[in-house]
């Protein structure tokens, strides 16, 4: 219901081409603190006479007529409660009240004596005082552990009232409870005091002289007699140390570093404005294609250009897989996105089965080889590719929405093997082999300069050797002459393993490999395998190739520290003589020379999916959990637990990757911008931006600095160092547990013979159970040793950030 409208008051609506016109701009000039203008009357006459009838102060001719030369006040009334947008103030009582101005009454009456009271106190700062809280006490910190051995144990659940779990608490009285102290405050300030010093160096009148020397000669037997002379002997006994000390002094100093790379990052230090979180960069999905899927793996092309792809598989598990296998199912796809355009796909490789792993080639990025679920492998070619189009329908959300077409590049591949060249059972990991060629007899050479040929694994207990330079050549010379490239089809069949090795364990059992990395160095080629009971294998290949090879040499078990199958095995970047493994509730970090990881890290709260190492900096890797979960671990600030843990979405993690450092520069994404790709169960990949923290290296962590041992300097690394004093305490931990076991032992056997003269009965049983509580007491004991070293190495580097 509107206003009535008050006496002087005329309102009227104002066009957009009024306002204009009169310089009226609600928002600007016009606003709910000073919502009026003031318009003079000649103005609003003059508007009238050009304007005519179109003018909106028109129905107010005769009223404006009829006012003196006065400025009138114009109100624009927002919430129209005039049922006008704007009104015009016709009299000055008018204006008035809409200014709020009071009219005049005579002189205001004041009082003639005014003195200010003072504040009384009436208790209320006291109460406010009382009801603050003071901490009296340090905060006390409770650690609870447990056993690995009492995890997964049978439980039984019975029924039980509600009054049965309640616990009575009897009352007593505190003798401190009536203690009062009285509290002091103390300031201390640990710092030097300032001196003021003035430093000048002397200044001396320049002047320009020269000198003309004449060198001192003298015959070779005078030379002979000098340096043979008890002095000169003296004389180099005296110099010797200086000189050696110098030269020491050369070699462990870099006079040549640069000093302000050594600098600490300003936005690292305390109250710095740099964050130690994961930033979500960029997210990618499609509702058609990935959409509920897993993304299985996720890899980066190596010309940086921005591009990453990603392999969606199904949510099926081997009986439904095979009931579907008749029926026509969703064709199975690797997804190629671009940063440039994040909504669609930029490219979509149809694939003849669910893909479990592939990689570009590092050397031609246009090549693209993949393992699918049914044991085949698949080949792409993006450069000869001529990609088909094709419009798909876009699901709706909702019934109400129209179906929308778009269209799709979908790139089929080249060629794939047959079922009985390829493995029995499902691909699990492929890797190229870089720097290396094998011949199909199995002789390795060095080949920097290609990479055609990579190796594949599958749970049939077999490593397959692959070489595609057949094909590669067949491109460059057929389809350069106008060949069509569906020609390729012709090695579908023929396509077959460049040599083919059945693992089998030191007992001559297969072995289930889950995945398999390869160390390549002069002379020497080493496989490591991992398996699905939770074992780490160590295969040499020159054992392989042998006439008369012997199980127990060409298999060596590193160890078996899962529980479970291990989902990742990775060489460190930065040291070939490193390895990463992940399985069950734990990561392991392992070294060439020694049969137990160096670190081992607590159990997590879920399952451990996936480990890489970081590309950036050797002591930094990621651990993806089934929790949804992502753990960074910076091996230099915290060896004991991760850096970073963060929760980046409700499902479970599939796949992690550290996208290289040029990843962006063809995309144009930044320089300093550290990324690592997230894969989830279902469908989205995640682009995290890493902390600086986690990304800067620190100084000398990479580049050599001189370690003194016995009287000898060693050009080692941080990490290197790092990794040198956990091999140091493993190895001290493992010959105290092998001496305890050897302890143990004698007390047994000198039991077992007690017993044995007083004609007891021997139960094996009762044998069997000391030796298992003595090996678990001696593990325990070992496990004590172990985090008591750590915590020492560790003490001096985290002491610092925990205060």
Excluded at 257 to 269: A, I, K, M, R
Aim: hydrophobic letters at 35%; one cysteine or more.
């Amino acid at each position: 219901m509107a206003t009535p409208v008050p006496d002087g008051i005329e309102p009227l609506f104002l066009t957009l081409a009024s306002q204009k016109v009169f310089g009226l701009k609600p928002g600007e000039n016009l606003t709910p603190e000073i919502p009026y203008k003031k318009i003079s009357r000649d103005q609003i006459v003059q508007d009238i006479e050009v304007r005519g009838v179109v003018s909106d102060f028109h129905p107010l001719k005769d009223a404006i007529d009829r006012l003196p030369d006065m400025e009138l006040l114009l109100v624009y009334d927002e919430e129209q409660k005039y049922r006008k947008n704007f009104y015009l103030c016709m009299t000055q009582e008018a204006a008035d009240r809409v200014l709020g101005k009071k009219p005049a009454t005579g002189q205001s009456k004041r009082d003639g004596n005014t003195e200010d009271s003072k504040w009384v106190s009436q208790g209320s700062e006291e109460a406010i005082r009382e009801e603050n809280v003071y901490p009296s006490r340090e905060l006390l910190k409770l650690n609870i552990s447990r056993r690995r051995r009492d995890f997964n144990q049978d439980f039984k659940f019975t029924d039980s009232d509600a009054h049965d779990g309640l616990v009575e608490c009897r009352q007593f009285k505190n003798p401190n409870f009536d203690l009062n102290r009285m509290e002091k405050d103390v300031g201390v300030q640990a710092v030097p005091t300032m001196v003021n010093r003035v430093v000048q160096t002397p200044w001396f009148d320049q002047v320009n002289t020269a000198c003309q020397t004449i060198p001192i000669t003298m015959d070779r037997e005078e030379k002979d007699r000098i340096m043979q002379s008890q002095s000169m002997l003296n004389f180099l006994n005296t110099v010797m140390p200086l000189v050696d000390h110098a030269l020491e002094q050369n070699e462990t100093m870099d006079i040549f570093e640069d000093n302000f790379s050594t600098l600490g990052d300003e936005d690292l230090v305390f109250g710095g404005k740099s964050d130690s979180t994961l930033k979500e960069f960029q997210s990618f999905t499609d509702f058609e294609f990935s959409k509920g899927k897993i993304i299985s793996v996720v890899d980066a092309r190596p010309d940086g250009k921005g591009v990453v792809a990603v392999a969606c598989t199904q949510k099926m598990n081997f009986e439904d897989r095979m009931s579907a296998s008749s029926s026509k199912i969703s064709s199975s796809v690797i997804l190629v996105w671009d940063f440039i355009n994040p909504i669609h796909p930029q490219l979509i490789l149809e694939a003849p089965s669910d893909v479990l792993c592939f990689h570009f080639n590092p050397r031609r990025p246009n090549i693209l080889v993949a393992g699918c679920i049914n044991g085949q492998i698949a080949y792409w070619d993006l450069s000869a590719s001529a990609p088909k189009k094709i419009y798909i329908v876009q699901k709706n959300r909702s019934p109400e929405e129209e179906e929308v077409k778009r269209q799709v590049s979908i790139i089929p591949f080249l060629i794939s093997t047959s079922i009985e060249n390829g493995h029995r059972k499902p691909v699990t990991e492929l890797t190229w082999m870089s720097n290396i060629k094998m011949t199909k007899q199995g002789t390795v050479y060095g080949a920097a300069d290609e990479m055609t040929q990579f190796i594949t694994t599958s749970t049939d207990s077999q490593i397959l050797v692959w070489d595609i330079s057949e094909y590669i050549q067949f491109r460059s010379k057929e389809v350069a002459n106008g060949a069509n490239v569906t020609e390729l089809g012709q090695f579908d069949l023929k396509w077959s393993p460049l040599f083919r090795i059945s693992l089998l364990s030191p007992e001559e059992s297969p072995l289930s490999c889950t995945k398999v990395c390869f160390l390549a160095r002069p002379g020497l080629l080493r496989f490591y395998v991992a398996t699905q009971e939770g074992g780490i294998y160590c295969c040499n290949w020159d054992n392989i190739r042998s006439n008369h090879p012997n199980p127990e040499d060409i298999m060596t078990e590193k160890g078996r520290r899962h529980a479970s199958s291990v989902v990742s095995i990775q060489p460190s970047p930065f040291f070939e003589d490193v390895l990463l493994s992940a399985g069950d509730w734990t990561v392991n970090v392992w070294k060439d020379s020694v049969n137990i990881p160096l670190i081992s890290s607590p159990a997590a709260n879920g399952y451990v999916t996936v480990a890489r190492w970081s590309p950036h900096r050797p002591a930094v890797f990621a651990v993806g959990k089934s929790d949804g979960g992502v753990d960074v671990w910076d091996l230099l600030d915290k060896s004991h637990v991760p850096s970073l843990s963060q929760t980046m979405c409700p499902s479970a993690i599939t796949t992690i990757e550290f996208l290289p450092s040029d990843f962006g520069t063809g995309a144009q994404l930044g320089t300093n911008m550290e990324l690592l790709a997230v894969g989830d169960d279902q469908g989205r990949l995640h682009v995290l931006e890493l902390p600086r923290s986690l990304t800067r290296r620190q100084p000398k962590e990479v580049n050599s600095c001189m370690t003194r041992i016995h009287d000898s300097y060693i050009q080692k690394s941080l990490v290197q160092n790092f990794f040198a004093r956990e091999e140091k305490k493993t190895l001290y931990a493992e010959q105290r547990r092998a001496q305890r076991f050897v302890e143990r032992g004698g007390e047994l056997e000198a039991k077992l013979d007690w017993k044995n003269e007083n004609g007891d009965e021997f139960v094996e049983e009762e044998v069997e159970g000391e030796e298992t509580a003595e090996s678990d007491e001696t593990e325990d004991r070992t496990a004590e040793i172990s985090s008591d070293a750590d915590g020492d190495e560790t003490s001096e580097e985290d002491g610092t950030q925990e205060q």
